[in-house]
T-cell receptor, first 114, second 111 residues
Framework: GAGVSQSPSNKVTEKGKDVELRCDPI?????LYWYRQSLGQGLEFLIY????????KSGLPSDRFSAERTGGSVSTLTIQRTQQEDSAVYLC????????????FGPGTRLTVL | GQNIDQPTEMTATEGAIVQINCTYQ??????LFWYQQHAGEAPTFLSY????GLEEKGRFSSFLSRSKGYSYLLLKELQMKDSASYLC????????????FGRGTSLIVHP
């Protein structure tokens, strides 16, 4: 079956512009995570959605970052007024729902802020 | 806070065995994952340990000691395609749904 997909695969933007990154999780997966991975760094948790519950936004680095998940499926991560330090690979992962379920990752979006 | 430690880089020879260690200090423990990530690709699941002991899966095995806060990933009969980054991730207890990832160990397999 289809895995997790993300779009775009690459995004180059100018400092100060807004960007939207999309994630399509595996059908039926109730949990969805966004992570950020900078060169040589581990995965940095950003936000977690579980079903219809309020998302856990504790990892968002600033109020320029926001995310939503429509209909318990597709998710969009929005970064407003991008800064050069936002440049990273943004990974989305979904899991069937349990706290310790295996996470299935998408291919990521490489964001470059000039 | 949560802390996960892994070596930054390791090298090994094709056909050999390599052990990648992971130590963790977390507020409780509810399971440990190992993921493999090839350059430019998404992480893929390798193993999950929640009880002490060794879990074997083909050429890959993963070991856990909860009392020592320690895990390792053992790769046997190394192949060139095993060159990748190996990520250790821990779920703390207390209902946490957010895993803490280590920085990953870059494994280079040479002929």
């Amino acid at each position: 079956g289809a895995g997790v997909s993300q779009s775009p695969s690459n995004k180059v933007t100018e400092k100060g512009k807004d960007v939207e990154l999309r994630c399509d999780p595996i059908s039926g997966h109730t949990a969805l995570y966004w992570y950020r991975q900078s060169l040589g760094q581990g995965l940095e948790f950003l936000i977690y959605f579980q079903g219809n519950s309020a998302p856990d936004k504790s990892g968002l680095p600033s109020d320029r970052f926001s995310a939503e998940r429509t209909g318990g499926s597709v998710s969009t991560l929005t970064i407003q007024r991008t800064q050069q330090e936002d440049s990273a690979v943004y990974l989305c992962a979904s899991s069937p729902g349990g706290a310790e379920d295996t996470q299935y990752f998408g291919p990521g979006t490489r964001l470059t802020v000039l | 806070g949560q802390n996960i430690d892994q070596p930054t880089e390791m090298t090994a020879t094709e056909g050999a065995i390599v052990q990648i260690n992971c130590t963790y200090q977390t507020s409780g423990f509810n399971g440990l994952f190992w993921y493999q990530q090839h350059a430019g690709e998404a992480p893929t699941f390798l193993s999950y340990n929640v009880l002490d002991g060794l879990e074997e899966k083909g050429r890959f095995s993963s070991f856990l000691s909860r009392s020592k806060g320690y895990s390792y990933l053992l790769l046997k009969e190394l192949q060139m395609k095993d060159s990748a980054s190996y990520l250790c991730a821990v779920f703390a207890s207390g209902g946490s749904y957010i895993p803490t990832f280590g920085r990953g160990t870059s494994l280079i397999v040479h002929p």
